[in-house]
Every structure is written in C-alpha cells, then in structure tokens.
C-alpha cells in the first residue's frame, strides 16, 4: 500500500442484554470526532475499515449506536481528556 499506509479497522460489539441496534457509527481522533463512519453489521458485530497513514499515536474511536454514545466490549476504554474551561 502506498507509503505504508495501513487498513484500520473498527469493530462494535454489542453489550449482552442491550436490544438490537440498527445504526452503528464511528467517529475516530483522526478528524477531531468531526467525520462519522458508519459501520455494517456482521452476526454480533458491526465493522469498518479506513486507510490510514503510518502514525506513532493511537487512534481513539467513539461509537455512536442509534443515537447514543456506546462503550465496545472490543477495545480497551480510557477516558478522554477535556479541556477545562
């Protein structure tokens, strides 16, 4: 792939016990959380992929399911910094 570039992929995986969601989307570090990607549904998950260039930072992901921001049984989880104001 052109200058290292490399496939990322995002996965959502749903909480047991939550009903079944009909929209999944992705928002990553990359953009600023600006650009969402929607994910399709595969059995249990849901999955993306996206291009991105070589990078020594971790990409951060916020999924958003059916409207609501969601946590992943599939990535480890953090929290986010915010600015104070």
Not at 23 to 28: E, K, N
Not at 66 to 79: M, T, W
Request: proline residues 5%; positive net charge.
């Amino acid at each position: 792939i052109c200058e290292n570039w490399c496939e990322y992929r995002m996965t959502y995986s749903k909480k047991t016990g939550k009903s079944e969601a009909k929209t999944v989307y992705a928002l990553t570090s990359l953009d600023g959380f600006c650009q969402p990607i929607q994910l399709k549904q595969l059995g249990n998950q849901w999955s993306a992929s996206k291009m991105l260039p070589p990078s020594l930072s971790a990409v951060e992901v916020i999924f958003i399911v059916d409207g609501k921001l969601e946590i992943s049984s599939s990535h480890p989880v953090r929290n986010l910094i915010a600015k104070k104001t």
